[in-house]
């Protein structure tokens, strides 16, 4: 079966196949330069091996690369080519790079050099370890002054890095198998990447407490090397026998719980819009709208006022998000934002507060910024709007809510958002994000034990950059980290993604997961310059309608053999129970779903790519 790419993806622009290399049980894919799923024996050793550099807003440099050569052979491949990156005011910078891989070994090299100077935030390479099978599990650190320490990968979400000053990390492949990762010419650390939902623990050159940006001196090379040594006490090199690919089976599990509310931001840019499309929101149904409030940006009482038309078509509750900006007293800022509410007659249902500032997060080393004390915010929010429900936490990601855990004595709920792309826009990467939801709604649990938690808003384009200064323009419509638009949000890329996400976090018992805007970069419904299907109907217009409706059914968990390319899960509601399930890939998969009990006569299910799917289960 034949997809149109715009159709999946929401852009005709395809990322070429990576060029998988071997020696022996060693298989890594090329993928722009970098390496990508290193894998022994048909397990993943590393998610990846990458060269990266970054600008000063953290954004990350795609560089030409020139002089490609490839050597293939049974027990070896090299790999060797130049890349420039273009910096402004004309810098350039240039990385002579090599990788060999053995049977036992992967060497990559890379020297850089600046005929004129060059800024960034960031030069040299990045591991990243997997986090499934790997999270609490042992590894061994070796420390530049030699010290060697037996320890664990974190297994709640780490809000500070792990381990510094690293120069190598061991951990178990497999029973038997053993890998050792060891970094040279400067001096590495690792972050916990879940913190901003990247599936990965990352290990990275130049500690974060140093200054940044920094000058790389003109025509002085930077030398780093990056290898992988394997461990094999089996002793066999020889490659394992392919796998014939079967269908992906699911199975009932044990879990159980109640879908959340679904809700749907409305920023005063999009109010209009929205206005004009109530018959849309009207038939989706959700059960809360979010309004985003920012006198930082000149909201006043015309965005409130607006607010309250939506908010009285709407069948459902209301939530007013505030960024207060802390300019003056907390007390006289909520007081104020109440008595322009008084006057656009606005009464939402609860209040989303968090301090302005709290938006840019403050990496380590970072000296924190001015900001009046949380409890001192909470109590202006709850006298400035008595009797309506406080939540507070962070209109940024789960990273600054784990950096900066906010005093909940006086909240009814916690909030934050995530974003897929901070660090890599490429299709795997964004799915792969998925995987880390679970280990960050466990951190939040294990934080604000039961107290009521929301989700949102959580797309795929980029909302805000705590990281820098700006989020990142995309006018081409291509692939890229930070950007506040993103292709993919017009395809059935986006559609599969937002179910992935609701399934991931069903264990959170969540009150409201927010996972877009009815019109904008962000909504369910395209402008007029974005052809789309269903009369401007997004894809994700699809899962954000099914999962409305699901709000406070009944699920159980349904456990598949491949959680990284299908997932799935049962709800029972008034209408009965179906069987929801989602294909993640940009391929076809057989699913066997006779285990579950679909009603229909065939167990086997042919999805599409990235496909969603919906089959009632027999009584």
């Not at 810098?91 to 004129?116: C, M, Q, W, Y």
């Not at 099978?133 to 990968?153: H, K, M, N």
């Not at 002085?220 to 006490?233: E, F, G, H, N």
């Not at 940024?396 to 009814?412: A, C, H, I, W």
């Amino acid at each position: 079966m034949t997809i149109d790419a715009f159709q999946l993806y929401g852009t005709r622009l395809v990322d070429p196949p990576p060029v998988r290399l071997r020696a022996g049980k060693l298989e890594a894919d090329l993928t722009n330069g970098n390496l990508r799923t290193i894998r022994y024996g048909g397990t993943e050793v590393l998610r990846a091996i990458s060269y990266l550099v970054r600008d000063r807003d953290w954004g990350t440099y795609s560089p030409e690369i020139a002089d490609l050569r490839i050597e293939q052979g049974d027990n070896r491949f090299e790999v060797a080519y130049l890349a420039r990156c273009e910096g402004p005011d004309d810098t350039k910078l240039i990385i002579d790079v090599r990788i060999v891989g053995s049977p036992d070994r992967l060497d990559f090299e890379a020297e850089a050099i600046a005929p004129t100077g060059f800024e960034t935030n960031r030069c040299g390479f990045c591991i990243l370890h997997p986090i499934v099978g790997l999270a609490g599990s042992p590894a061994t650190v070796e420390y530049v002054d030699g010290q060697i320490v037996a320890t664990w990968f974190p297994d709640v979400v780490e809000p500070w890095q792990p381990f510094k000053d690293m120069r190598a990390i061991t951990h178990a492949v497999i029973p038997g198998v053993q890998a050792e990762c060891r970094m040279e010419g400067d001096t590495f650390e690792m972050e916990d990447q879940r913190n901003w939902s990247d599936a990965s623990y990352k290990t990275y050159v130049r500690p974060l407490a140093l200054p940044w940006p920094y000058e790389i001196v003109a025509n002085r090379p930077v030398r780093q090397k990056t290898s992988l040594v394997i461990r094999d006490a089996h002793g066999s090199t020889r490659p394992p026998p392919g796998m014939s690919g079967g269908a992906i089976r699911l199975e009932l599990g044990a879990r159980t719980g109640t879908m959340p509310d679904i809700g749907v931001i409305i920023t005063p840019e999009e109010a209009d819009a929205s206005l004009s499309a109530k018959s849309l929101l009207s038939e989706i149904a959700p059960q809360e709208l979010l309004f985003h409030f920012d006198p930082g940006t000149g909201h006043g009482v015309d965005a409130l006022a607006q607010f309250a038309v939506l908010a009285a078509a709407h069948r459902g509750r209301s939530t007013l998000e505030i960024a207060l900006p802390c300019k003056s007293s907390p007390s006289s800022e909520a007081a104020e934002i109440a008595r322009q509410m008084r006057l656009a007659e606005f009464r939402p249902d609860a209040i989303m507060i968090s301090p302005s500032v709290d938006r840019q997060s403050t990496p380590p080393g970072s000296k924190w910024p001015d900001c009046p004390p949380l409890d001192e915010v909470y109590s202006a929010a709850r006298t400035a709007f008595p009797d309506i429900r406080i939540g507070g936490g962070m209109l940024s990601y789960f990273t600054e809510l784990n950096r900066k855990r906010v005093p909940d004595g006086q909240l009814d709920f916690v909030s934050h958002c995530t974003n897929p792309i901070v660090h890599a826009a490429d299709d795997l990467s964004v799915m792969q994000t998925l995987e880390a939801l679970p280990f960050i709604t466990r951190s939040v649990r294990a934080i604000y034990g039961d107290k009521p938690y929301r989700i949102g808003p959580s797309a795929i384009p980029m909302r805000q950059n705590p990281y820098g200064s700006r989020t990142m323009d995309n006018p081409m419509g291509a692939r890229i980290p930070m950007a506040n638009r993103d292709p993919r949000h017009n395809g059935c890329f986006a559609e599969a993604f937002a179910l992935g996400y609701a399934i991931r976090v069903l264990d959170a018992d969540l009150e409201c997961l927010t996972l877009s805007a009815l019109s904008g970069p962000f909504g369910l419904i395209a402008g007029p310059a974005e052809p789309t299907e269903q009369g401007g109907r997004r894809p994700l217009f699809n899962t954000v309608y099914t999962l409305s409706r699901l709000a406070g059914a009944s699920w159980q968990e349904c456990v598949s053999s491949s959680p990284s390319e299908v997932l799935s899960f049962v709800a029972r509601n008034a209408a009965g129970a179906r069987l929801h399930v989602v294909n993640l890939t940009g391929e076809e998969r057989m699913v066997d779903c006779g285990a579950c009990r679909p009603a229909d006569a065939g167990k086997e299910l042919l999805l599409a790519p990235l496909a969603t799917a919906a089959l009632p289960l027999a009584d």
